[in-house]
């Protein structure tokens, strides 16, 4: 191991080819043997190699040209990879914590490219995120989206970040970047080390956790209308103010800029003042309302006001099916029930009228005698 870091050493010295001073140009890089780079400083000063200065040029060989240099060059360390960076640099335990928990350490290990903006330990105890609450597995869901909106694919250093720019990060969503003379920021973090090579990437040290944006609530699915109840010109009654449907079907309250605000809510009868206790309700009410409900009770009847102006009688109904209503049919073959206690009841009344008769005429008769 020794002596092939002596070795890497040694040839990091090495260049192919016949290069002369008069040749190198200021910036200018070059892969010496070993396969990294040195890069070469031009001014009036004279010329550097890395940080060496060069203090005799151009020495003649039979096999090449020497430049004599007053520094050892020593060879870059070999990149390793993202969380093995993170673990060496003493800021990180909360992350790479966070990507063991989260099983996205083998992720990161990757051959990527990835670009990784890595939070410090100080960025996750302000975040307050306590890596032992996430158990569960929806919330390990969660640490997951967290940890991978840290990360872009690719390897993208800080001077190609421009102000306005923004790149999709791991779990879908995006990061948008602020390029000005204070620094550059991701979101609201700001990065406080830039290009901290990796051998599959680059990190830039940020000092906030980025929280990706909460997922959007869907639109609710509304319900075809097959009837529609509206405001009559007069903004005083409900037109039609009496439906009939069949069950499953849906009825809308829709009515918009009205000048005055409207509602529907249950009553417990025709034209009722009494509200339905926990009754069906369009909620508060207003000038522009798109209420539905789909009756799903069949043989029923749905009374229902406006709670503005239920003193001027605003009223209405939907009928569903039959309404409820009972209709009560006759015995077959014969009058009914009633007709024959009317029946019933005639000689009875006929025998008090004779015996008022009678009672009557003794009287009268006794009467005379006296």
């Given at each position: 191991?020794?002596?092939?870091?002596?070795?890497?050493?040694?040839?990091y010295?090495?260049?192919?080819g016949?290069?002369?001073?008069?040749?190198?140009?200021?910036?200018?890089?070059?892969?010496?043997?070993?396969?990294?780079?040195?890069?070469?400083?031009?001014?009036?000063?004279?010329?550097?190699?890395?940080?060496?200065?060069?203090?005799?040029?151009?020495?003649?060989?039979?096999?090449?040209?020497?430049?004599?240099?007053?520094?050892?060059?020593?060879?870059?360390?070999?990149?390793?990879?993202?969380?093995?960076?993170?673990?060496?640099?003493?800021?990180?335990?909360?992350?790479?914590?966070?990507?063991?928990?989260?099983?996205?350490?083998?992720?990161?290990?990757?051959?990527?490219?990835?670009?990784?903006?890595?939070?410090?330990?100080?960025?996750?105890?302000?975040?307050?995120?306590?890596?032992?609450?996430?158990?569960?597995?929806?919330?390990?869901?969660?640490?997951?989206?967290?940890?991978?909106?840290?990360?872009?694919?690719?390897?993208?250093?800080?001077?190609?970040?421009?102000?306005?720019?923004?790149?999709?990060?791991?779990?879908?969503?995006?990061?948008?970047?602020?390029?000005?003379?204070?620094?550059?920021?991701v979101n609201?973090?700001?990065?406080?080390?830039?290009?901290?090579?990796?051998?599959?990437?680059?990190?830039?040290v940020?000092?906030?956790?980025?929280?990706?944006?909460?997922?959007?609530?869907?639109?609710?699915?509304?319900?075809?209308?097959?009837?529609?109840?509206?405001?009559?010109?007069s903004?005083?009654?409900?037109?039609p103010?009496?439906l009939?449907?069949?069950?499953?079907?849906?009825?809308?309250?829709?009515?918009?800029?009205?000048?005055?605000?409207?509602?529907?809510?249950?009553?417990?009868?025709?034209?009722?003042?009494?509200?339905?206790?926990?009754?069906?309700?369009?909620?508060?009410?207003?000038?522009?309302?798109?209420?539905?409900?789909?009756?799903?009770?069949?043989?029923?009847?749905?009374?229902?006001?406006?709670?503005?102006?239920?003193?001027?009688?605003?009223?209405?109904?939907?009928?569903?099916?039959?309404?409820?209503?009972?209709?009560?049919?006759?015995?077959?073959?014969?009058?009914?029930?009633?007709?024959?206690?009317?029946?019933?009841?005639?000689?009875?009344?006929?025998?008090?009228?004779?015996?008022?008769?009678?009672?009557?005429?003794?009287?009268?008769?006794?009467?005379?005698?006296?």
């Amino acid at each position: 191991a020794e002596n092939a870091t002596l070795v890497d050493i040694l040839t990091y010295h090495v260049v192919s080819g016949s290069v002369a001073s008069t040749a190198l140009t200021d910036g200018m890089t070059a892969t010496a043997l070993n396969g990294d780079d040195v890069t070469f400083t031009v001014n009036a000063a004279g010329v550097q190699v890395n940080d060496a200065n060069v203090v005799t040029a151009d020495v003649a060989a039979s096999n090449g040209i020497i430049h004599v240099i007053d520094k050892v060059l020593m060879p870059p360390a070999d990149l390793v990879d993202i969380p093995t960076v993170a673990t060496g640099t003493g800021i990180h335990t909360a992350l790479v914590a966070a990507l063991a928990q989260a099983d996205l350490v083998s992720t990161l290990q990757g051959t990527g490219p990835f670009t990784v903006f890595a939070p410090t330990d100080a960025a996750f105890t302000a975040a307050g995120i306590d890596l032992s609450t996430f158990d569960t597995d929806a919330e390990n869901a969660t640490l997951v989206d967290i940890l991978t909106y840290h990360v872009v694919s690719g390897s993208v250093a800080s001077t190609a970040l421009t102000d306005g720019l923004t790149a999709t990060a791991l779990n879908g969503d995006n990061v948008t970047f602020t390029v000005n003379a204070a620094g550059v920021q991701v979101n609201d973090a700001n990065v406080v080390t830039a290009d901290v090579a990796a051998s599959n990437g680059i990190i830039h040290v940020i000092d906030k956790v980025l929280m990706p944006p909460a997922d959007p609530v869907p639109e609710p699915v509304l319900p075809d209308c097959d009837a529609t109840v509206r405001i009559a010109p007069s903004g005083l009654k409900y037109t039609p103010s009496e439906l009939s449907i069949t069950v499953g079907q849906t009825v809308c309250w829709q009515w918009e800029n009205e000048s005055m605000a409207h509602n529907v809510r249950q009553v417990d009868g025709d034209q009722s003042t009494t509200y339905a206790a926990n009754g069906i309700s369009s909620g508060t009410a207003a000038t522009t309302v798109d209420f539905r409900y789909t009756f799903d009770v069949d043989s029923t009847t749905f009374y229902y006001a406006c709670e503005p102006h239920l003193a001027a009688g605003m009223f209405g109904k939907v009928i569903v099916g039959d309404g409820g209503v009972v209709e009560v049919t006759p015995p077959a073959g014969g009058d009914s029930a009633d007709d024959s206690d009317d029946d019933e009841a005639v000689p009875g009344f006929l025998a008090i009228i004779t015996t008022i008769a009678l009672v009557g005429a003794a009287f009268v008769g006794s009467r005379r005698r006296d």
